[in-house]
């Protein structure tokens, strides 16, 4: 069971270059989420997703997107790169939040992060 | 107004110390509330969730108020391995949202 997976873990980019980051989980969850964590910032939300075949924008969307073809993998686009995109990423994924009360397992689980930087 | 706000610290404590973080919430209609740790350069991993009775794993106590929007983190007979940034995190349906964290600094 190796939980949430974020491929690559590192990667330099010049400015105006395309990647893809990878991210897949093996828990079966419904939800998927990319964020980004800039010093002094704390971990703020690019995209996520509630289900397969669908995304939406999360407070700072702009310069990347996401598709989620399967419920398992969600990929994060970055069309052409800017040096304020230098950051760590983060994929995580978790179950529905329970609307009634509070619910059990409702936490998100992390990927290992994936350090780029654009020059 | 951020979404979940915390003292940055660092807290700075020798071993054995108790030690409390704080953070407060703006939205009243937040459902999951959770500590996670974060250690340097690694991704943030679940300490404990925050029940509203209050709940204890080992040395670690979580408090919620929910009138007051506050979520609490004590820490008790600290160890060197507990120092890390403790992230308070507020869930409100599909989102997390996530405080800058707090850094904590165990001395021997």
């Known amino acids: 069971n190796a939980g949430v997976t974020q491929t690559p873990k590192f990667r330099v980019l010049k400015t105006g270059q395309s990647m893809t980051l990878l991210c897949a989980q093996d828990m079966n969850h419904e939800y998927m989420y990319w964020y980004r964590q800039d010093p002094g910032m704390g971990l703020r939300l690019i995209h996520y997703s509630v289900g397969e075949g669908t995304t939406a924008k999360g407070e700072v969307p702009d310069g990347y997107n996401v598709s989620r073809l399967k419920k398992q993998n969600f990929l994060l686009g970055l069309e052409s790169a800017a040096p304020s995109q230098t950051s760590v990423y983060f994929c995580?994924?978790?179950?529905?939040?329970?609307?009634?009360?509070?619910?059990?397992?409702?936490?998100?689980?992390f990927g290992q992060g994936t350090r780029l930087t654009v020059v | 107004r951020k979404e979940v706000e915390q003292d940055p610290g660092p807290f700075n404590v020798p071993e054995g110390a108790t030690v409390a973080f704080n953070c407060t919430y703006s939205?009243?209609?937040?459902?999951?509330f959770f500590w996670y740790r974060q250690d340097c350069r690694k991704e943030p991993k679940l300490l404990m969730s925050?029940?509203?009775s209050g709940n204890e794993d080992g040395r670690f106590t979580a408090q919620l108020n929910r009138a007051s929007q506050y979520i609490s983190l004590l820490i008790r007979d600290s160890k060197l391995s507990d120092s890390a940034t403790y992230l308070c995190v507020v869930r409100n349906f599909n989102k997390f949202y996530f405080g800058s964290g707090t850094k904590l600094n165990v001395k021997p």
């Open positions: 925050v029940y509203s």
């Open positions: 995580a994924s978790s179950y529905p939040g329970s609307t009634v009360g509070q619910g059990t397992n409702t936490e998100a689980f």
């Open positions: 939205n009243s209609a937040s459902q999951s």
